[in-house]
């Protein structure tokens, strides 16, 4: 099984690449919501939060580490940002290859809107 973002991380794809270790990488989203807005992906392909086992636990939590270490390079670190993680349909996943949204750079406003 493939993805567009396993495509990215193999260099297959072209993106604007803002970090890269051997757990993950992080690019610049081609379709910004907000002036910062850079996912950030396991390079291994875990389709959604739900198919994380125990083994997954040390590369989740350095997603989080990356975010941290992104919003200070981005300078968005001190104003503050959003970190959004999708889980299949009715959270709105688009790509089954988890991802983190970190997403800054003005306000965000609501995180969601209450019907």
């Known amino acids: 099984m493939t993805t567009i973002f396993a495509k990215i991380i193999r260099g297959e794809i072209p993106a604007d690449i803002v970090y890269q270790d051997d757990l993950v990488?992080?690019?610049?989203?081609?379709?910004?919501?907000?002036p910062t807005h850079i996912l950030i992906v396991p390079n291994k392909i875990i389709p959604t939060v739900n198919d994380l086992t125990a083994d997954d636990e040390k590369v989740a939590g350095h997603m989080l580490f990356v975010a941290k270490i992104i919003a200070e390079q981005e300078g968005i670190a001190s104003d503050g940002y959003r970190l959004i993680i999708n889980c299949n349909q009715h959270g709105g996943q688009e790509v089954f290859h988890l991802h983190m949204h970190l997403m800054g750079g003005r306000p965000l406003g609501p995180m969601i809107v209450r019907r």
Not at 25 to 34: S, V, Y
């Open 25 to 34: 990488t992080a690019f610049r989203d081609i379709n910004p919501a907000a």
